[in-house]
């Protein structure tokens, strides 16, 4: 029988979400010209998480993209591979 282990908690996530956003607008100081772009199905929910965060959000609007497919060499947005 495995033991659940606590890796981390919502204030940990948080921190973490905070730190990447920081990151990113370290390297795109614009939000509106770049795009946030999760992979079904996790990286949708950190892209929507990272694309609502307040420190992306106070000096604009980033653009949304997600993927539904998760084969290596498929296009992103509409269409198929």
Do not use: W
Request: proline share 2%.
């Amino acid at each position: 029988m495995s033991k659940s282990i606590l890796i981390m908690d919502g204030e940990a996530i948080a921190r973490a979400l905070r730190r990447i956003a920081h990151e990113i607008l370290e390297h795109n100081s614009e939000p509106a010209k770049f795009a946030l772009v999760g992979i079904q199905s996790r990286g949708v929910e950190l892209a929507r998480r990272l694309a609502g965060s307040s420190e992306i959000l106070k000096d604009g609007d980033p653009k949304l993209g997600l993927s539904m497919s998760q084969c290596i060499g498929t296009t992103f947005g509409y269409g198929k591979a």
